[in-house]
């Protein structure tokens, strides 16, 4: 297997090496059922460490790339289509320091999702980055600005795309947005015209739903299993405008959407003319493994790819992004225009500051550790007063957990029990709208805001109510 590893480069080793192999089956030149050196010889060829070989491979297993058989080694996964991705790109360089602060715990404890533990803002190195941006600005600064947003911030998320997502683009076509909520609306409103159906998850996130809705455009729900959206069961008829999808941690079930399915999705953007919508909300936050590839670097053309800061930094600053394919950048920006002229410009000089001088992959990296621990310690709860009884749904990722409770059925009833007992959990229900049959036992629980004893306390609630006997 020819790999070429640059130990000078600083590009993680792991990170490259699972590149190159991706490359390799991407271009065929790994061909389905074909073996993958055991990790002793490829650590021992390439002079590296077994771990980082490890990693690699258990990465490219996560995303469908590689299949682990016990006792038979690695071996690449069949089903697979020759297929051409950009090349990588160089990096930045990065240095910073943290700060925290603790918060009161509350009386009801609320598993809500998606919450950021607000307590470990990094609010010191976050004003000297607001305080050195605002010293170096230009005066123009304080004028309108494009509609596309701040330059210097869609050159440095172009960079952090590189070194973190191995995702190529070009400035020109990042869009700075109030937040993903904004980047979707205007989505929509772009293809509002056309009067066509948009595809989306389902279940899915009810607020984003409801913006696409908003647009009168026909939402059709599609599916979702354990490995994110069926693509087999995406029809010919209606062409959509675009399909939502989360590829990298589906919303809110938590799959990862396997290679196959990722190019099914592709050829069938393609056969039909649509776009791709690619939310990409949280997958810096996985806990096995480096973040999930893009669905956007197997087709730029076809991918409209939407990050946001509100997971990773805080959702007070709204700011997101959109990476537009070429032709919609023109039609997108009038509409920004004439919608709010450009996203708030000081805050975006901030975050670019922030960002290069390596307060967010920092806090990132904290951030990380500190949601690994608290959701493992969800799990421990959960094993100490519900054994044996409960199963945990998706990767480990993100800032909830979904939890699948065996003869438990998440009615009314069953709700305002546990409402009762001073604790909020979310069944997966309220996130359906098509078949809720199969998620009645499912609740969502988000841990990331709450405290160690807070998880404890909630949990120890959540399952006094569940043995309540109904009455
Ligand atoms: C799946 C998903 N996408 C997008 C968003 C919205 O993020 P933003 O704050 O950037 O509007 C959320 C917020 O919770 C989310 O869960």
């Not at 697979?80 to 910073?96: G, L, T, Y």
């Amino acid at each position: 297997m020819w790999i070429n590893i640059d130990k000078k480069s600083d590009r993680p080793l792991m990170r490259q090496l699972y590149d190159q192999i991706k490359h390799l089956i991407l271009d065929g030149r790994l061909a389905p059922t074909e073996k993958l050196p055991s990790t002793r010889q490829l650590a021992a060829d390439l002079g590296i460490s077994r771990s980082t070989i490890l990693n690699a491979y258990n990465q490219l297993i996560a995303e469908g790339y590689l299949q682990g058989n016990h006792g038979s080694g690695t071996v690449v996964a069949s089903g697979i289509d020759v297929f051409s991705i950009p090349p990588e790109i160089s990096v930045k360089k990065r240095q910073a320091t943290v700060a925290a602060k603790n918060q009161p715990a509350t009386a009801v404890i609320d598993f809500q999702s998606g919450v950021i533990d607000s307590s470990q803002f990094p609010l010191s190195e976050w004003k000297k980055a607001y305080q050195r941006s605002l010293d170096q600005v230009p005066e123009a600064a304080f004028r309108y600005h494009p509609s596309a947003g701040v330059l210097s911030l869609r050159q440095t998320i172009a960079d952090y795309l590189r070194r973190t997502r191995g995702l190529a683009c070009d400035p020109d076509q990042i869009m700075i947005v109030s937040g993903s909520t904004q980047g979707l609306a205007l989505i929509s409103a772009l293809f509002h015209d056309q009067q066509q159906a948009v595809l989306i998850e389902d279940p899915t996130h009810p607020g984003l739903r409801k913006i696409i809705e908003r647009s009168k455009l026909n939402l059709i729900g599609i599916a979702v299993d354990d490995q994110g959206l069926v693509t087999d069961l995406l029809a010919p008829q209606p062409a959509p405008a675009f399909i939502y999808t989360t590829p990298s941690h589906q919303y809110p079930l938590g799959g990862i959407l396997p290679i196959q399915r990722r190019q099914k999705l592709i050829q069938y953007a393609i056969a039909n003319d649509a776009y791709l919508l690619e939310d990409d909300y949280d997958s810096e936050f996985r806990f096995e493994g480096q973040p999930v590839s893009s669905l956007y670097e197997l087709s730029p053309d076809r991918v409209i790819y939407l990050g946001t800061f509100s997971k990773i930094l805080t959702p007070a600053i709204r700011l997101g992004y959109l990476i537009l394919p070429k032709p919609l950048i023109a039609p997108y920006l009038e509409l920004k225009k004439y919608s709010d002229v450009h996203t708030e410009a000081l805050t975006q000089y901030a975050l670019a500051e922030f960002i290069d001088s390596g307060g967010l992959e920092k806090h990132i990296w904290k951030m990380k550790k500190i949601y690994a621990k608290k959701r493992q310690h969800l799990i421990d709860e959960l094993s100490r007063c519900y054994p044996d009884k409960f199963e945990i749904k998706g990767h480990a990722a993100g800032l909830h957990m979904v939890v699948h409770f065996n003869g438990i059925v998440f009615d009314a009833p069953q709700i305002n029990r546990i409402n009762s007992r001073q604790v909020r959990v979310y069944p997966i229900n309220n996130y359906v709208f098509g078949n809720k049959t199969p998620y009645c036992s499912d609740i969502l629980l988000g841990y990331a805001h709450l405290t160690f004893a807070e998880i404890t306390t909630g949990i120890t609630r959540l399952c006094t109510a569940l043995r309540q006997p109904e009455s």
